[in-house]
């Protein structure tokens, strides 16, 4: 008997992925609390270690899915990546069907300044360049943004999340409109950060937006 | 933007759903049963739950406190459970173990209110030292336990645990795992009860204390208790069937929620029976007509074979000789936990379906971001000093906690570990046999919980043993709970919610148990730190440095400012000796473009590193008006 090789299956999945203090896990947590004041089911997972500032952090938001809070292997319908190496990284869960918005900054992870002054191999953080192919061997929905400088243009650099956030609710292919969310997202904000991240997350916004217009991503 | 859930979670609102985290779905079970105590040692992945009684407690008139470690966590909830009060404590699975002297006896003496132990595992041991299986204190101790698939689980059962417990007369233990504690979940509230347990201790001495003649008769008790229990579980709810098919599947914890998964991916509900085991002991009656319902059985359960090995009895009990399968097939391994795909392979080959095409994403090999001390650490500064003084052929003992990260090149500061306030002990064992000076390091939270016995022990035996007590005035580790050496006035909370104007002092304690070589120390004062542990090395006997500076990143956390100025490298001075990179491990120091550099937002200014450059090349950044 012949099963399926590749199911999608009911609901959205999106995982978002970075470093430690990048904001993963409030982007998640947002988008989790969002969908549900819209009246939807959601269920999120985290994985991290030990790691405190500067380790990897994944964390998957399942929107209307069942109740597994983790994303099999091609499952992944979108992927938010705050920074190169993890964008890589999640590169399990993606599918020639996946969407990835990929911030193309880095963070040096500081075992790459260990390796060099030991004289050991691979002492530099691997090339954006050949990251990105990475990603476009798995999926040709990728779109490469330099997002830490939006989110500078937008007030502030810890708006990295917001302008990642925007790219994904900009595709129109969530649940719910890019308007419909940030209402939400606001009503659950401190209000000193609404103008930053509201700036951010509409560059994110436009960032899909233009690329659609455009007939596809880059 | 953050739902702490201190004040979403006390909603008395039946018609509130919310997407929550299991620890916090935990919190709330408790509340709707009525919770009037709780206390806990933090430990991952059970932190959270704590840590939100903490914020809630007054607001919900619970006695909290973060305990001093999780056997005395455990004692003062069950003395509390005898005064009447529903009570509950939490603590990660490796402190079960700790508190496994009063856990053994209390089934014996039975509870009073309801008593709910969290205990959360760590399969593939994430963030702890072993992987170990809770479940098997329902044999061991006759504890009922609930394992959780999801928070929602987590939640129902919490709150049926304290009835329940009422009911039996036993302690019961909730074990939910990594991925149930730390993953959100739709839950539904029940409302908050409007009356809670009556409190008050009643004298009767036979039934509370058990000397042999006691404790023989409670024995027996216990095995009524236990029967009650497995009859009272059959009818909880915890073990929901679907599917109608031949094919017999169980599955128990997360790894419930995988199969669930897997089943609807595959289009499969048809020719499989899916059984949950929600809790254990696993009524006799309820597998036996399971048994009789299928063909054959996969069991779905991470760690050990334990589902699976009471299955195979039952089975043979009921004399049905139908093919099981799991662990011992080869169908999962005994190590780590599951995954979804890990699940969909195993389910593939039980209902010999094609395994799916193994087109896996090709992963480039990417640099690792390992857990690391903080730039900016106290006791990294610390660590260094030591090693100066003391060098690298001395057995470096360490212990739970941030200090862990000391472990490896280039701090080297961790030659043995074991578990909480081993360090001293193991210094101990290995000064006597090999009658060389050892060196253990150890936490201020860890020093309190098992650090004292242990020091106690070494001064007795006049052991040749340096103690070096980490004092960051937090638990840092597991997401800065209070610790003894905290000082509540500066924001650092206590452990009961007691103020005291005054820190406890290591110093009076490590006097109190009779070392005579004791020094205080601020690591970031050279001279001082050097001198202190020259003398502490030249001393005869148990000698103690005790290194007090607070934990950066909680300082700045509670202050909200940045004391020191970050540090810059001068490129014109800089010769790539790489020092600074070698001797320290500091996460702020990064190479770009083959160039050493600071990073600014991460350099917290503690000036370790100009310290080490022989070269003059880094140096306090001069900011404007920063």
């Known amino acids: 008997m012949t099963a399926p090789d590749q199911v999608s299956g009911a609901g959205t999945r999106v995982l978002v992925a970075g470093t430690g203090g990048q904001g993963v896990l409030t982007a998640a947590r947002l988008l989790c609390d969002c969908f549900v004041d819209l009246g939807h089911e959601v269920v999120s997972g985290q994985l991290h270690g030990m790691a405190q500032r500067g380790g990897a952090v994944q964390s998957s938001i399942i929107i209307d899915g069942g109740t597994c809070p983790v994303i099999a292997a091609g499952q992944a319908d979108f992927v938010v990546g705050l920074e190169p190496v993890e964008t890589v990284r999640a590169l399990p869960v993606v599918s020639e069907h996946t969407w990835v918005y990929m911030n193309t900054a880095p963070i040096i992870p500081y075992v790459v300044a260990q390796r060099a002054a030991r004289k050991e191999a691979d002492a530099s953080y691997p090339d954006v360049d050949g990251l990105i192919a990475a990603m476009h061997a798995a999926t040709s929905n990728v779109l490469t943004l330099d997002a830490t400088a939006c989110a500078i243009e937008a007030g502030s650099a810890k708006a990295l999340n917001m302008v990642m956030l925007g790219c994904l609710l900009g595709t129109g292919s969530l649940p719910c409109s890019a308007d419909t969310f940030w209402e939400a997202a606001v009503r659950r904000m401190p209000p000193k950060l609404h103008d930053t991240n509201s700036r951010a997350f509409r560059a994110g916004v436009a960032m899909t937006a233009e690329r659609a217009n455009c007939g596809g991503a880059a | ?626």
Not at chain 2, 42 to 67: L, M, R
Not at chain 2, 106 to 116: I, T
Not at chain 2, 162 to 186: K, N
Not at chain 2, 393 to 412: A, F, H, Q, R, S
């Open chain 2, 1 to 626: 933007m953050s739902n702490a859930s201190g004040h979403e979670i006390l909603r008395d609102d039946a018609s509130t759903r919310l997407s929550i985290l299991g620890n916090h779905a935990i919190v709330r079970g408790g509340l709707e049963a009525g919770v009037q105590f709780y206390s806990c040692y933090p430990g991952t992945p059970s932190s959270e739950i704590g840590d939100t009684f903490a914020q809630i407690a007054k607001a919900a008139d619970i006695h909290f406190e973060y305990s001093v470690n999780e056997k005395i966590a455990v004692e003062v909830a069950f003395a509390a459970s005898l005064a009447g009060a529903r009570s509950m404590c939490g603590m990660k699975h490796l402190g079960l173990s700790s508190a496994n002297d009063p856990i053994s006896t209390m089934p014996y003496v039975g509870v009073g209110g309801g008593m709910v132990i969290v205990s959360a595992g760590d399969p593939s041991a994430i963030t702890s030292p072993n992987e170990q299986d809770q479940r098997h204190f329902t044999k061991f101790l006759y504890y009922p336990i609930f394992d959780p698939a999801t928070p929602e689980d987590a939640r129902r059962m919490t709150k049926y645990a304290f009835g329940f417990s009422e009911t039996t007369g036993l302690p019961v233990i909730l074990r939910p795992t990594t991925r149930v504690c730390h993953s959100s979940g739709m839950v539904q509230f029940d409302s908050l009860p409007a009356e809670r347990n009556e409190v008050g201790f009643k004298k009767d001495p036979p039934r509370y204390v058990p000397i042999p003649q006691n404790a023989r008769r409670m024995r027996v008790e216990l095995t009524e208790r236990y029967k009650k229990a497995e009859a009272l579980l059959a009818t909880s709810g915890f073990f929901p069937r679907t599917g109608s098919g031949r094919r017999g599947i169980i599955a128990s914890g997360v790894a419930y929620s995988y199969t669930a998964h897997v089943i609807q991916q595959l289009g499969i509900e048809d020719e499989v029976t899916l059984q949950q085991v929600g809790a254990y002991p696993i009524p006799e009656e309820l597998l036996k007509d399971f048994l009789a319902s299928v063909d054959s059985v996969l069991v779905v359960e991470e760690l050990t074979p334990f589902v699976e090995e009471w299955v195979t009895l039952s089975a043979f009990r009921a004399g049905r000789t139908i093919p099981i399968l799991g662990k011992h097939t080869d169908h999962f391994p005994v190590e780590f936990e599951y995954s979804p795909d890990m699940v969909d392979g195993a389910v593939r080959k039980y209902l010999k379906l094609d395994q799916r095409n193994g087109r896996r994403a090709n992963v480039p090999e990417l640099p690792p971001r390992p857990p690391v001390l903080c730039p900016g650490c106290p006791h990294r500064t610390s660590f260094h000093m030591v090693k100066k003084v003391f060098g690298k052929k001395t057995v470096y003992c360490n212990d739970i906690g941030c200090y862990t990260l000391g472990y490896g090149e280039p701090l080297g500061a961790c030659d043995m570990l074991l578990c909480m306030g081993s360090s001293i002990s193991q210094a101990s064992g290995i000064a006597r046999v090999t009658g060389e000076r050892t060196v253990a390091y150890i936490g201020d939270s860890t020093f309190y919980h098992s650090g004292l016995p242990a020091l106690a022990n070494a001064v007795q035996a006049d052991d040749a043993i340096t103690v070096v007590i980490l004092d960051n005035y937090i638990t840092a580790m597991t997401g800065f709970q209070p610790s003894l050496t905290s000082d509540n006035m500066a924001g650092g909370g206590s452990l009961s919610g007691v103020e005291r104007s005054e820190r406890f002092s290591i110093e009076d304690a490590v006097r109190g148990l009779g070392v005579q070589n004791l020094y205080s120390v601020d690591p970031f004062d050279d001279e001082a730190t050097l001198a202190a542990l020259e003398q502490a090395k030249a001393a005869s006997g148990v000698s103690v440095v005790i290194c007090h500076s607070p934990c950066v990143v909680h300082d700045r956390r509670v202050t909200k400012e940045r004391k020191r100025s970050p540090f810059t490298v001068d490129q014109e001075l800089c010769n790539s000796c790489t020092a600074c990179v070698r001797m320290l491990g500091c996460p702020g120091i990064l190479v770009i473009d083959g160039k050493y550099t600071i990073d600014r937002e991460l350099c917290d200014g503690c000036e370790l590193c100009a310290d080490v450059c022989k070269h003059d090349a880094i140096s306090p950044m001069q900011v404007e008006g920063d």
